[in-house]
Every structure is written in C-alpha cells, then in structure tokens.
C-alpha cells in the first residue's frame, strides 16, 4: 500500500512539472563581473543632496526601484574610494567611503548593500562598482552585478537550475534584466519576462519584479514545422502577443503559425571537416525581416551571406571595413567554427596593371 501511494506521489510531481510552476527564488551574494551597467558622469551633484568634504569628486546617478541613487568619486592619498547613497537619503555624510579591492585580475568596489522600498517593504540588494581611467584622462564608471536570485524548476521530469541577474543594478527586476536558465551547463540567456517553445513545448514565463519568484505556464498554439540545414536553430521573433524564442534541432523547429517580425537568429551546422559553425544575427526596428509561417509550414532562407567592402579615406589613408548581412537583411553579430572565431579576413589590393600593392587584414570588431 505504501509503495502504490508512493507511485501516486510520484505522477501527480510530475504531472504539475509540466503544468503550471510557481518556482520560488532565493536572494544571494553572486559577483558576476562580465555584467557591467555604465553610468554617465556628471559635473556636479544634485542641489539638494548632503555632501562630505570630497578631493576631487566626480558624480554618478543610476536610476534605482525607489527613485535614484547618487554616487561619488573622490580621491584619498592618491586612490579612488567611492561614497554611494545607499539608504536614498541624499545624504552622502551618512555613508562610509567604500576602497577599492583586488578581486580576480580586477579591482572594484563592494560588495556595497543597498537599501531599497519596493512594494512597501525595506529590502537590501547587493551591487559591485568599477572605475577605468582612460588614456586620454576621462573617467568610466560602470556599475556590476554581485547578488543573484536562484532556484529550481522541473523541465522534463528533471530539475533545471535558473537564476535571475539585476543586470542595470537598479533593485528590481524588469526588461533590462536576464533569466539563466542552466541545463546541465548549457546556458539559455532569456528577458525576464516572454514565451519560450522548446522542441515543440511551449509557455510563458515571468520573474516577480522583486525577483522572489519565477512563475511558469504551458501555453496551448496551433504549430507548423519550420525546416533549416543545420544541427539547431534558435529563432527569436516577435508578434501581438511580444517575443518568442523558438528552439529547434535536426533541420527542425516547431513553431506557433503566425505573422511574426524576424528580431534574431542562431544557427549551428557541421561541416565535410566535422567543424561545427555557429552563425548568429540580429535586426531591430524597420530592418527586422518579416517571417510568415502558415500552418503548412516554412523554410528558413538566410543564405548566400552579402558581404560588403565599405571605406573610408582619410588624408592619404583608406580604412576598410566588411559589413555581411543575410539574404533576409540581418546583421551578422557573431561566427565561430568549433566555439572559436575564424581567423580574420585579409583584403588584397591589386593595381590595373596586376600587380599587389597591399594585403591588409581586418580584424573583429
């Protein structure tokens, strides 16, 4: 009897794993230095703000979930230290002077905890800072994420860790943010909020914007097959209902049928060699490409790439530059074969009587 209710258990799990989730996120301390927010520099502080004595004071405003928050650069013996209103009072003499220190091969500010009010409540979220000093004397200032909120959702019967990143270090949760979803290593980087089909299954999904929960839905549309050449293909396209991000494989991608506007692509294919190439392009605005797909089905024609040889004089110089679209006008943003980039491009400049003159390469960029 205990193993037939044990049983029992067990399908009605997995049963709600494939219906609706609500998938509670826990806050925690994460330095993920590759996101970085850059925040523009002004000359002087806002009138009504507090301010301790400052050598040298460059200021900084990044928008924050309960207004905005100030930042303040300075020099002490000769080194940065950073105040940051952290209560968002607009008051800086409150505020212990946050120094700079090694972490990995960089130097940054933090972790610094700042307070916020969302939905009522005082909460602290968890930001890192960093300062380049340009050669020209210009000073950058960029913001970086260190806190995350994590969790686990069922996907296929298995669990599938997610994470959620403040990725412009504002507090809350919303359309500049980003969603991990890790399944055994393999990173899927989604909005915070969107639909998602993944090899014929479909839902949509939104992140709290206090970021304490991701909230999952099945979702139930008419589908017809998109056929490409290649191993796997990611289409991200847009329609009425917002953005989709479509998974494919095996020259395969179920779709919802529908009118949709082409914004992004993703592409892998072997070649004779056993190489593996990953093509990626984008197009935004007027420029992104329209892709019906009827309930009969399409294909996916990007090919052959349009490769333009565009320059620039200069005096006496001529700087050269590739711009490579697909057939459908998108902009290529990404090659590699085998996870590497190709080695770059050379151009060869023959004058009328045959001869070469020059055999200058391009580089990535």
Request: glycine residues 10%; proline residues 5%; charged residues 25%.
């Amino acid at each position: 009897m205990r193993w037939a209710m044990l049983m029992l258990l067990l399908a009605s799990c997995t049963a709600w794993a494939q219906e609706r989730q609500v998938v509670p996120l826990r806050y925690e301390l994460w330095w993920d230095e590759r996101s970085f927010w850059g925040v523009g520099a002004k000359e002087t502080a806002p009138g009504d703000v507090k301010l301790p004595k400052l050598t040298e004071p460059i200021f900084f405003v990044n928008p924050a979930a309960d207004d905005k928050r100030l930042f303040a650069l300075a020099k002490e013996n000769g080194e940065f230290v950073l105040y940051a209103d952290t209560n968002g009072n607009n008051d800086l003499t409150d505020e212990r002077p946050f120094r700079l220190r090694q972490r990995g091969w960089r130097r940054v500010f933090g972790p610094i905890p700042m307070r916020y009010r969302i939905n009522g409540k005082t909460v602290i979220r968890h930001i890192g800072a960093e300062v380049i000093v340009l050669g020209d004397g210009r000073v950058y200032f960029s913001l970086l994420v260190a806190s995350r909120w994590h969790g686990t959702l069922v996907w296929d019967g298995k669990s599938v860790s997610v994470a959620v990143i403040d990725r412009n270090c504002d507090g809350m949760i919303g359309e500049d943010d980003t969603l991990v979803w890790d399944e055994k290593g393999e990173k899927r980087h989604l909005p915070t909020k969107g639909q998602v089909g993944i090899n014929g299954r479909f839902f949509r999904y939104q992140v709290a914007p206090t970021g304490e929960e991701l909230v999952v839905e099945p979702i139930q549309v008419r589908t017809a097959k998109v056929k490409f050449q290649g191993e796997r293909l990611i289409l991200n396209v847009e329609d009425k209902s917002g953005q989709w991000r479509l998974e494919g494989q095996k020259g395969e991608l179920i779709a919802p049928v529908g009118d949709f506007l082409l914004v992004g692509m993703e592409i892998s294919r072997g070649d004779e060699q056993g190489r593996i190439w990953n093509l990626m392009a984008s197009a935004f605005g007027p420029a992104a490409p329209k892709f019906a797909i009827p309930e009969t089905g399409a294909n996916l024609n990007f090919e052959p790439l349009q490769v333009s040889l565009i320059y620039d004089r200069r005096g006496d110089e001529f700087e050269f530059s590739l711009d490579i679209k697909t057939a459908n006008g998108m902009s290529l943003r990404g090659l590699t074969v085998d996870y590497m980039m190709p080695p770059e491009p050379k151009l060869r400049l023959i004058s009328l009587d045959g001869k070469v003159v020059a055999e200058p390469q391009f580089h990535y960029g």
